[in-house]
Structures are given as C-alpha cells and as structure tokens.
C-alpha cells in the first residue's frame, strides 16, 4: 500500500529584521511554491495523473519500445567523437596561448572548461559500458580521458553505478538526494547556507570525490561517507579495491604532471591554461547532474522501502535542453532513458527516446525548449535551491519541502545589507 506524507505543521511567522525596507508580508519564494502546488494539485483532481504511482508499464514494454539498432555500439564512432573533442581541446590551448590576451582567456575558459565536461561525459560512457564492448578499450580510454580532468575513473564509476542502481531512494541513492527532516534540522546555519546558496553547489564535485568529514558535508548528506580514492572506502568491495589503486595512481599522475608544468611555465600560467577551465568544467558537471534530478515545475516522489522500484526511481529523473550545446556535451540532457538504460549509446539517446515517450506517457516530461544558450536553467536552478530543501522522515513516497525560515532569514540578511549600503 503506498503511504503518502503527512502535510507538515504550518512554520512559525519570523519577524523581518528592523529595516525600513522590510515589509510584513509573505516571502515570494512561498507564495511561488503555494501556487505551484496548488496548480500540480488541481491538475492532479482533473486528469487523474499521480506520479508518485506506479506507472502502467513495465520496464520491459520501455524497451521493447526502443528499436534494436540503438543497443548497438560502434567503438569507431565513439573513438571518433574522442579525437574531435581531444582535437578542439587542444587547438583551444593552442590558440590561447598564442594569443595570450586578456580578452581572449574569459572567452577560452567558458569554451575550454565546457569541452572538458564533454571529456567527462564520454568517459561517462565508458564506465556505463555503452563506449563499446570491450571492456578493455572502455578502461583505457576512460582513465585517460578522467584523469585528464582529475576524475578517479574506477572510483567515480562504482559510485556512479551505485546511483543508477538506487535512483529515487532516499537512503540508497548517491548522489543529489534529499536529506530527511530531522537530519535537515541538525545542520548548522552555515552548513544549510552553503548548500542551498549559488555558486557553492556548483563547486561540490571535487569535495565530493575526496572525502566527506566535518565541514565537508554540506556537500555530501550527512550519513554519506567515503573517498573516491582510497581502496578501503565503505564505496568500494573488497574486489573492486584493486581498480580504485589503479585509478587513484593515474589521478595523482596528473597532478604529479600539473606540479611540474607549474615549475616549468610558472604557476599563473597553469592556472589560465588548465585551473579556470577546470573550474568551469566542475561548474557544468554540477549544474547538469542537479538539474537531471531537481527543480521541474511538478514536484516529483522520493521513494522508501518497497514502494521503490528501479523503474519508478528512474522514471523521477528530468530531461533537459541546452540548445546548440547539446551536440557539445554528447546529448547527456537526454536522461531518462539513459537513466533507464545506461547501455544505450550517447549517440542513440534522442532516438530511443522519442521511440519511449508514447510507452511512458505522462511520466516523461518535455525539457523546456532552449534558446542557443542555456540561460534559461540559471532560473530552474534558483528556484529548485530555494524549495527543495528536505524530504519528511515518514512515509514511503514523499515529495521535498521548503523551510521557509532559512529563505526568510536570507532574504532578510540581503535586505538589511541592502540598506546598510544606501546609508
């Protein structure tokens, strides 16, 4: 039987701070997130559609949808989107440096840092296996590519597998899953600060790899523990040990590498060639990997217990559109299915895709259309970060709630500054 959640009490009204500028009426993130609910609700009485049920279909009539020939992996062609990608990479080194003007490096760090996250994604691939079937070829091209960027290949592919394999539970999941009420509440100020304040989510990846302890948890759920480099990480089993040394030796030869190009060409010049770019790039890895999971316009179910199952968890995940960027980054915004099937090659996501939308109906949601740039899911994401802050501690299919207070308190902190500013 599936057990909703109870509606929470009501928060308490806080009292503004003492500035002239500070009204005493209900925060607007409130009034947003009242009106969406309400709409989401009515919708909910007229057609029928709840989806935090179990859908119609099973997950064998989802790929008995998607045609053969997508299954399909061809190593010369994902070896050919490898050398474009590594091509434009270093021909955009190339031109930087040559030019070595300050209005070129803004522009070489947005294009260098976002080819960088295509790197990751086709070693993404290879750690899903649908880079080719050879699982040799997918090793070695997916450490060369991931240490490039100073990911543990071996390290990060368990993890990844763990949240493919529990997307949508909210105590097995991996990565950008809610935390419960009661452990929300034990968190400092500070920490809930960080973790719901842009850019701070945006730089997570690289904490998230090393190790969460202390202070490091706003990055992580508390209860998550574990580095992606150490072979006894509670990540890992005792026979995967081995690929996480090998991982975690090609990642220290890169930096190994950086150290010495720093002492060659001098600090600042590694950090314009290689360090801004990289900031970039965990920036897009960010943004991506949260936007898969949070902030459509329907609230979308966490499950527990049995009323989670791998298709109704994959089936939470959202597609996105990132216009002319899409063929950039391999079509990675095209995530349900791939979620569903990660076998299925990049390269065949937008047609398996559109073969399963009539299979999944409702459950699959169109990506708001995108201009050439993105711009659009800076907004998605704010707005996800301002109401998504916790699931409740009961209940098998709940949904994320807001606290209110910790919007109140940042909008109020703003607006005293504000003030403090025009005296």
């Not at 003007?101 to 750690?127: I, K, N």
Request: with cysteine; proline share 7%.
């Amino acid at each position: 039987m599936q057990t909703q959640t109870q509606t929470p009490p009501p928060q308490k009204q806080q009292q503004p701070p003492p500035s002239s500028q500070m009204t005493m009426r209900r925060p607007a993130d409130q009034v947003e997130e009242a009106a969406a609910k309400a709409t989401e609700d009515m919708k909910s009485r007229v057609d029928g559609f709840d989806a935090g049920k179990p859908p119609p279909f099973r997950i064998g009539d989802v790929r008995a949808a998607v045609p053969e020939h997508c299954w399909r992996k061809s190593p010369w062609r994902s070896l050919w989107y490898v050398a474009r990608d590594v091509a434009v990479v270093a021909a955009l080194g190339a031109a930087a440096a040559g030019m070595d003007s300050w209005a070129v490096w803004p522009v070489y760090w947005a294009a260098q840092g976002t080819m960088f996250w295509a790197l990751f994604v086709l070693g993404h691939d290879c750690g899903h296996g649908s880079f080719s079937d050879s699982a040799t070829l997918n090793s070695v091209v997916g450490h060369l590519l991931h240490s490039f960027i100073l990911v543990p290949y071996h390290g990060w592919r368990i993890s990844h597998r763990t949240h493919h394999q529990n997307h949508g539970h909210i105590h097995r999941d991996e990565s950008w899953h809610p935390i419960t009420e009661g452990l929300y509440r034990q968190l400092e100020p500070r920490t809930k600060k960080l973790r719901f304040t842009v850019p701070f989510p945006l730089l997570a990846f690289p904490v998230y790899l090393l190790v969460v302890l202390g202070w490091m948890q706003l990055y992580r759920s508390p209860g998550k523990t574990g580095s992606h480099f150490l072979p006894s990480s509670e990540l890992f089993s005792p026979k995967e040990k081995g690929d996480v040394m090998v991982s975690t030796t090609c990642w220290c030869i890169m930096i190994a590498s950086l150290l010495a190009m720093a002492c060659a060409f001098g600090p600042a010049q590694v950090l314009k060639m290689y360090g801004l770019p990289y900031l970039v790039f965990v920036m897009w890895l960010d943004l991506v990997t949260y936007l898969h999971h949070h902030g459509h316009q329907e609230r979308l179910p966490w499950y527990r217990g049995e009323e989670w199952s791998y298709l109704r968890g994959g089936l939470t995940t959202v597609d996105r559109d990132y216009g002319w960027i899409n063929n950039i980054h391999h079509d990675i915004g095209t995530h349900v299915i791939h979620h569903l099937f990660p076998q299925i090659p990049h390269y065949r996501l937008v047609e398996a895709t559109k073969a399963a939308k009539p299979v999944l109906g409702r459950y699959y949601r169109e990506p708001q259309k995108s201009g050439p740039l993105p711009l659009h899911l800076l907004g998605v994401l704010l707005r996800s970060l301002r109401v998504n802050h916790f699931v409740s501690d009961h209940g098998d299919v709940v949904y994320y709630q807001t606290d209110h207070d910790l919007n109140t308190t940042s909008h109020g902190a703003w607006a005293a500054q504000n003030h403090h500013k025009q005296k």
